[in-house]
């Protein structure tokens, strides 16, 4: 101890070197240490010393960021301060780290630098002892930055601006629920000349709603509408009524009666497909498992190179950030082609069997339309939430968060955010609708050389599908890229040229549109025997389990240019999305078994109403509980598995939330306008 107020002794008592600090900063910092050098100093002292990050055990399995304590150091009120927590991130050999410190809130960031840069300058005793010898050989240290955290929570005007869309967006539907409540409360207690009590009751059938915005929630909700309209009075249709009725009715398709109804319809009239439900769910499942541990790993685990030497080379780990870990998307790209491919086709049929430029601009539009006002209102409440919380300990993600959608919010908008880098992205994640929307605005051209002739469309798809596939084993081979998602930062190419870009990502959506054709117009059943069946279920299955167990052969990058690695790369989304396919065709086919009967369970069907949601909200919830954390998270699978369950909790309550206030009332009320 008194070594360390020697050190600040001599920090303000030189004379030969000049140094950036307020008579208030060196005040306060002198009363701190010279009071930690008393036989029995006073309690703050005590208290923000031990605030300090200090190096705990198991360094060599990662847990080398001595974080502090931020609570501790925030409540420390000195003579004429308080404490402030602050971060000095710092590096030593290859290990970069951070160390918590508690100072008083009089000096700022680049005076917080300064004491902590001089004694690597002079050579005295740092404030900040580097790691141990015995753990890492090299001792001098680099400092590269200083951040400390202020109670002050000041947001900007968009931060402010986003706040007040978010609110706007979920005020509306709850202004037409109570008025609806109110409303239908009226109408049960009033006895009313003429008017059925088994109309009245219809009142309560607040319409359904088929997954993935099937035409039919017009025709229901404007059912709903001829059903409210028929309950007013005379008096108030004469009355110029007709603006009224149409207002009521935008108001009715806005209720959260309305749209709860709808989530939890689970009727199978009218649809197709059943399997699909199960598949969207259980690939969602596998996509949050993998966000829980990825975004954990990548910010706050005490032991991450105990896990990575746990998970990076074991299959049982594949739901859990290891290996192939998100195939599921490719799943999602599959689905996505295949219902644009028979939500087109529909279309068609229903525009006396014609592909009018007309017909495409409304398929994109409506598109376009259908997926922005819950993707737009999560990046305003990433601004605005993020922006309004008091930063944590492991605030880094949150932090890069508002900034990239302070400044990259319009990519989000054009739906091209998948085009920048990984780190220029706001809401990483939502890379998916921009990919997504990009091969969707495909879907018309696959269609018009499907009807101009088959063998056309076939050729087109053929190529397209080895460009693809040779895009993404040459970016692998001469950036020589692994062929699993990487469980650290350090291959940013990986993310830069081929994880999230379009000309590597298109097989699988090509693969459902050309799916999607053969069963909208087959004319019979492909499968014809049980043996057919039987096999198809034999290397389908084979297929996805080779294509997981490669993923940990070829685990090791190399570091020349390697065939094996590039054509498995360049294949294996392709492969994957084929085999899903079979899966779908063999459940239609009515040679699903007990595989049919799981995935084609009404229990999917309100989850997979509310997945898109589900979906976007998701790594939110993750990215707060990490950034809040006081300590790094220790690995190991029984907390992750309590934390996987937590976020699914958590997500379906507020996917359901967020369905029923953002993403089903726009989706009404644009039918409605339609």
């Given amino acids: 101890m008194a070594g360390l107020v020697l050190l600040f002794g001599l ?44 190096l705990g055990s198991d360094v060599e399995g990662g847990n080398v960021n001595r974080a502090g304590s931020l ?61 141990p010898a015995l753990l890492i050989s090299d001792p001098s240290l680099g400092i590269f930055m200083t951040q400390c955290i202020s109670n002050n929570i000041t947001p900007d005007l968009s931060a402010v601006v986003c706040l007040c869309v978010c609110v706007l967006m979920m005020a509306l539907p709850l202004i037409a629920s109570v008025y609806v ?22 009142t309560n059938q607040y319409g359904t709603l088929l997954a993935n915005g099937s035409p039919n929630q017009s025709k229901e909700c404007i059912s709903l509408r001829d059903t409210t309209a028929a309950q007013d009075s005379s008096e108030e249709r004469d009355q110029g009524g007709s603006t ?67 998970v990076q080379s074991s299959p049982l780990y594949v739901f859990a950030f290891s290996g192939p870990v998100y195939l599921a998307v490719d799943t999602f790209l599959l689905l996505g082609g295949l219902l644009s ?30 997926i922005q006002p819950l993707h737009l209102f999560i990046v305003c409440l ?42 220029d992205i706001c809401a990483p994640w939502t890379w998916y609708l921009s990919i997504d929307f990009q091969f969707y605005v495909t879907t018309p051209l696959l269609i018009f050389l499907y009807r101009l002739n088959k063998y056309v469309l076939l050729g087109v798809a053929f190529a397209l599908l080895v460009m693809s596939s040779l895009a993404g084993a040459l970016i692998t081979a001469f950036l020589h890229l692994p062929v699993h998602q990487p469980t650290t930062l350090a291959y940013e190419s990986y993310f830069q040229y081929y994880y999230n870009k379009p000309y590597t990502r298109y097989g699988p959506y090509l693969l459902g549109v050309l799916a999607g054709l053969y069963m909208a117009t087959k004319k019979e059943a492909l499968l014809k025997k049980q043996w057919q069946a039987a096999a198809g279920w034999l290397i389908s299955l084979s297929v996805m389990a080779l294509l997981v167990a490669l993923a940990y052969v070829l685990r090791d990058v190399p570091a020349q240019a390697s065939l094996t690695h590039a054509v498995y790369q360049g294949l294996h989304r392709s492969l994957w ?26 229990v999917w069907i309100p989850l997979s109403n509310i997945s898109f949601a589900c979906y976007l909200i998701h790594p939110i919830l993750i990215l707060l509980y990490n950034s809040k954390q006081e300590t790094p998270i220790h690995y190991t699978d029984l907390n992750f598995l309590y934390l996987f369950l937590g976020h699914l909790l958590l997500t379906v309550v507020l996917g359901f939330a967020l369905t029923v206030l953002i993403e089903k009332p726009f989706l009404f009320l644009r039918k409605a306008k339609g």
């Fill in 577 to 602: 999305a084929l085999a899903v396919v079979w899966i779908i065709l063999a459940c239609e086919e009515g040679y699903g078994g007990f595989v049919n009967r799981i995935l084609s369970l009404s």
């Fill in 11 to 54: 920090l303000f008592c030189s004379t030969g070197h000049t140094f950036n600090l307020t008579v208030k900063c060196m005040q306060d910092t002198t009363a701190f240490l010279t009071e930690l050098e008393k036989d029995n100093p006073d309690q703050y002292a005590v208290q923000m010393y031990d605030a300090f990050g200090k």
């Fill in 244 to 310: 009224m009725s149409r207002l009521l009715q935008y108001v009715h398709c806005f209720s959260v009666q309305v749209s709860s109804v709808s989530v939890f319809n689970t009727s199978s009239v009218g649809r197709s497909y059943s399997s699909l439900n199960g598949i969207r769910i259980l690939s969602l499942l596998w996509i949050i498992c993998g966000h829980t541990v990825q975004l954990s790993a990548w910010s706050s685990l005490d032991n991450d190179k105990r896990w990575r030497q746990a």
């Fill in 382 to 423: 990433i601004i605005s939430l993020f922006s309004l919380l008091q930063r944590g300990v492991f605030w880094f993600m949150a932090e890069d968060e508002i900034l990239n959608c302070k400044k990259y919010w319009w990519s989000n908008l054009l739906l091209i955010n998948n085009l920048f880098t990984i780190t």
């Fill in 181 to 202: 409540a109110v409303d239908r409360r009226r109408s049960q207690r009033e006895v009313r000349p003429g008017v059925d009590s088994a109309l009245l009751s219809k």
């Fill in 341 to 370: 491919a028979k939500s087109l086709l529909t279309s068609i049929q229903r525009s006396e069997n014609t592909l009018s430029l007309r017909l495409v601009a409304h398929f994109l539009f409506k598109r376009f339309k259908r």
């Fill in 71 to 131: 609570q501790e150091c925030v409540s420390v009120k000195g003579p004429g301060f308080k404490g402030q927590y602050c971060q000095v991130f710092l590096k030593q050999e290859e290990v970069e780290y951070f160390v918590g410190i508690c100072v008083p809130d009089s000096c700022d960031e680049e005076e917080v630098r300064t004491l902590v840069v001089y004694p690597f300058e002079w050579g005295h005793t740092s404030l900040i002892p580097p790691v």
